[in-house]
């Protein structure tokens, strides 16, 4: 059995394969780039008006009437030869003639016939965007790593970028074991319960972004769990296990683990609730065989296999935000174990919930944090600081 920090440790420095795939840029929101972006153009690739008004040749005068010549609009690709006192009617976006230096905004100008005085004069250069003024030809303008959003893909689109390398997600297979579950919607059977680890934890993963989620069942016996982590292994890059990873007589994963040649990384974590967590790898893909008990399992999918989810996708600091609080009343562990617990935070005060029991979602769907408290730690007073893993906090 090892630690909380132990575990976290050997998570962290799990190597994970690099997986870059082309993609259009409109399937990429909240993938990571998997390539450095450089422009391909200017931007703005020609000198573009940033206001609607005049463009006309600067000049020190004072008073400045301007003869109005002509009109651009966005779009237009003519040029003219404008001479000094003369003008154009010019609207944001649209292409500077090549001789003007200068807009002045139509609130500045007062129009008679085909004249523009201008009322108040803007500096030299005012209002013209100049070539490349954004991001010039050539420029690293993304970087890899970055985690996509509409922004990034505005961006690329307006540099004219259809497709992007990006590290493809990993598909996560959840395999549910035990005699005893039964689907919900239909009367439960005496001594049956419902089972609803996999829909909680495919719930979960779609919250984070992942979509490509294969649940599949195994019945308690030794072939069956076989069976069902063959198939696992075979359609995910992930594999999340329910259940069966105790020491009772009919708990068979870990020896199916084994027989498929499946390494162990850990097994067992000094910690309440979760402590039966399985962790290995077999190639390039990676197992967590979870307590089937629904707040272990799924406290152990946010501390642990979340994070190598994430990582796998590319994604920096892949855990969920921890903050520090006060906590609003005495609290003593006398387990010598670490501990996670649900509880809500509030204008930074922490308060632990009533019923932590392994098997309790009720109070896990009233959380908005788990508070952490180390192996070590025997005494809690009122107002001390508290460890906290917000749960609707998405990381980066």
Same mark, same amino acid.
């Given at each position: 059995? $090892?630690?909380?920090?132990?575990?976290?440790?050997?998570?962290?420095?799990?190597?994970?394969?690099?997986?870059?795939? =082309?993609?259009?840029?409109?399937?990429?929101?909240?993938?990571?780039?998997?390539?450095?972006?450089?422009?391909?153009?200017?931007? =703005?690739?020609?000198?573009?008006?940033?206001?609607?008004?005049?463009?006309?040749?600067?000049?020190?005068?004072?008073?400045?009437?301007?003869?109005?010549?002509?009109?651009?609009?966005?779009?237009?690709?003519?040029?003219?030869?404008?001479?000094?006192?003369?003008?154009?009617?010019?609207?944001?976006?649209?292409?500077?003639?090549?001789?003007?230096?200068?807009?002045?905004?139509?609130?500045?100008?007062?129009?008679?016939?085909?004249?523009?005085?201008?009322?108040?004069?803007?500096?030299?250069?005012?209002?013209?965007?100049?070539?490349?003024?954004?991001?010039?030809?050539?420029?690293?303008?993304? *970087?890899?790593?970055?985690?996509?959003?509409?922004?990034?893909?505005?961006?690329?689109?307006?540099?004219? $970028?259809?497709?992007?390398?990006? $590290?493809?997600?990993? *598909?996560?297979?959840?395999?549910?074991?035990?005699?005893?579950?039964?689907?919900?919607?239909?009367?439960?059977?005496?001594?049956?319960?419902?089972?609803?680890? %996999?829909?909680?934890?495919?719930?979960?993963?779609?919250?984070?972004?992942?979509?490509?989620?294969?649940?599949?069942?195994?019945?308690?016996?030794?072939?069956?769990?076989?069976?069902?982590?063959?198939?696992?292994?075979?359609?995910?890059?992930?594999?999340?296990?329910?259940?069966? $990873?105790?020491?009772?007589?009919?708990?068979?994963?870990?020896?199916?683990?084994?027989?498929?040649?499946?390494?162990?990384?850990?097994?067992?974590?000094?910690? *309440?609730?979760?402590?039966?967590?399985?962790?290995?790898?077999?190639?390039?893909?990676?197992?967590?065989?979870?307590?089937?008990?629904?707040?272990?399992?799924?406290?152990?999918?946010?501390?642990?296999?979340?994070?190598?989810?994430?990582?796998?996708?590319?994604?920096?600091?892949?855990?969920?935000?921890?903050?520090?609080?006060?906590?609003?009343?005495?609290?003593?562990?006398?387990?010598?174990?670490?501990?996670?617990?649900?509880?809500?935070?509030?204008?930074?005060?922490?308060?632990?919930?009533?019923?932590?029991?392994?098997?309790?979602?009720?109070?896990? %769907?009233?959380?908005?944090?788990?508070?952490?408290? =180390?192996?070590?730690?025997?005494?809690?007073?009122?107002?001390?600081?508290?460890?906290?893993?917000?749960?609707?906090?998405?990381?980066?």
């Amino acid at each position: 059995m $090892i630690s909380v920090t132990e575990a976290l440790g050997l998570i962290n420095a799990t190597s994970v394969p690099e997986r870059i795939k =082309p993609m259009r840029i409109e399937k990429t929101l909240g993938l990571i780039l998997g390539e450095d972006i450089t422009a391909p153009i200017n931007m =703005p690739p020609f000198r573009q008006s940033a206001m609607d008004g005049y463009a006309f040749i600067w000049s020190e005068n004072d008073n400045i009437v301007l003869h109005v010549i002509d009109t651009f609009k966005a779009g237009d690709t003519t040029n003219i030869d404008l001479k000094p006192e003369e003008a154009v009617r010019i609207f944001t976006g649209a292409k500077v003639p090549d001789q003007a230096d200068t807009v002045v905004m139509q609130e500045h100008v007062n129009t008679k016939d085909q004249q523009a005085i201008i009322i108040k004069a803007p500096k030299k250069g005012a209002n013209v965007r100049p070539v490349g003024e954004q991001v010039k030809k050539g420029d690293v303008v993304l *970087k890899k790593g970055l985690q996509i959003n509409e922004a990034t893909i505005g961006f690329l689109a307006g540099l004219g $970028i259809r497709k992007v390398a990006v $590290i493809k997600p990993p *598909k996560i297979a959840i395999l549910v074991t035990g005699n005893e579950l039964q689907n919900a919607g239909t009367p439960l059977a005496d001594g049956a319960i419902y089972e609803s680890n %996999s829909i909680m934890l495919k719930m979960a993963l779609k919250r984070f972004g992942y979509s490509k989620v294969k649940i599949f069942r195994a019945r308690d016996t030794l072939k069956a769990t076989k069976q069902g982590i063959k198939k696992g292994l075979k359609f995910g890059d992930v594999l999340l296990i329910s259940g069966g $990873i105790s020491v009772g007589d009919y708990d068979f994963v870990k020896e199916a683990l084994e027989s498929k040649k499946v390494k162990a990384h850990f097994y067992k974590i000094n910690q *309440k609730p979760g402590k039966p967590l399985w962790f290995g790898q077999k190639d390039q893909k990676f197992v967590f065989a979870l307590p089937g008990n629904p707040a272990s399992a799924l406290t152990c999918f946010y501390v642990y296999a979340l994070p190598l989810i994430k990582k796998i996708s590319g994604i920096k600091t892949p855990h969920l935000q921890r903050t520090e609080a006060r906590i609003s009343s005495d609290f003593n562990n006398n387990s010598g174990k670490s501990l996670f617990l649900k509880a809500t935070l509030k204008d930074n005060e922490l308060s632990i919930l009533q019923g932590q029991q392994s098997s309790m979602l009720h109070t896990f %769907s009233s959380s908005n944090v788990l508070a952490y408290i =180390p192996e070590d730690v025997k005494t809690i007073s009122k107002g001390d600081a508290i460890t906290c893993i917000k749960l609707n906090s998405y990381g980066n």
